[in-house]
C-alpha cells in the first residue's frame, strides 16, 4: 500500500471517530434532558413534581437541574457513563416489567429512605459551590460549615429531601388515587 492510501486511510478513519464522537456525545446529553425522561409515562409523576418544583423550569430565580444534574454522579465521566447506561437500562428493563407504577414506587419507598433515591451528592455540588454564602440563616450556616469542615455524616439530601420533586410521596399516592377512580368509573 502507497503513503497516499495510509494518510487516505487516517484521515478517514479520524473523521469517522469525529462524527461518532459528536453523534454519541450529543445523545448523551439530550437523553439526560427531562423532555426525554419523561417520553416514557412511568416518569409522568416524577416529571410534573420536578417541573413545579424549586429546581423546575416553572420557579424563577433558582438553580435549573434537568433530570442528570441530580440523578447522575459527576465525580467523573467514566462512572457517569456507567451510571448512565446502569439507571437507563434498569429503568428500560422496570418500564417492561411495570415496575414504574405508582403503586410500585409507594412500595418501594416503605423498604428505603425515599429522598435518597438515586441523587447524588456531587450533582448538588456541581451547581451549589459556596454553601456558606452572606446572607443564608444562621441556622443554614452552621449546618452548611460543618458539612464543609467535614464534621458531619448528613447530606444535601438530609436537610434539602423535596429539593428536587416537592413532596413525591404525597404526588405519587394522589396519582394512584385517581388511577383507581378512573378504573372504578370504567366499570
Known sequence: ???????????VGILITIVFSLVT??????????????????MKVFFETWEAGVHGPSQKGVVK???????????????????????GLNDYLGHLRGKGKPEHWIEHWKHRVPY??????????ECHK???????PLKAFKAHREYELGNTRENCITCHQT??????????????ARQKVAKNEKK
Not at 1 to 11: A, E, P, R, S
Not at 116 to 125: F, P
Request: net charge negative.
Open 1 to 11: 500500500m502507497n503513503k497516499g492510501g495510509i494518510v487516505l486511510g487516517l484521515i
Open 25 to 42: 456525545a450529543s445523545k448523551v446529553i439530550s437523553t439526560g434532558k427531562a423532555e426525554f425522561c419523561s417520553s416514557c409515562h412511568e
Open 65 to 87: 437541574a434537568e433530570c442528570a444534574d441530580c440523578h447522575l454522579p459527576h465525580d467523573n465521566l467514566v462512572n457517569y457513563l456507567v451510571s448512565k447506561f446502569k439507571f
Open 116 to 125: 435518597k433515591h438515586q441523587a447524588y451528592e456531587s450533582g448538588c455540588r
Open 130 to 136: 459556596n454553601l456558606v454564602a452572606e446572607g443564608i
Open 163 to 176: 429539593a428536587g420533586h416537592g413532596d413525591v410521596i404525597t404526588a405519587m399516592q394522589e396519582e394512584l
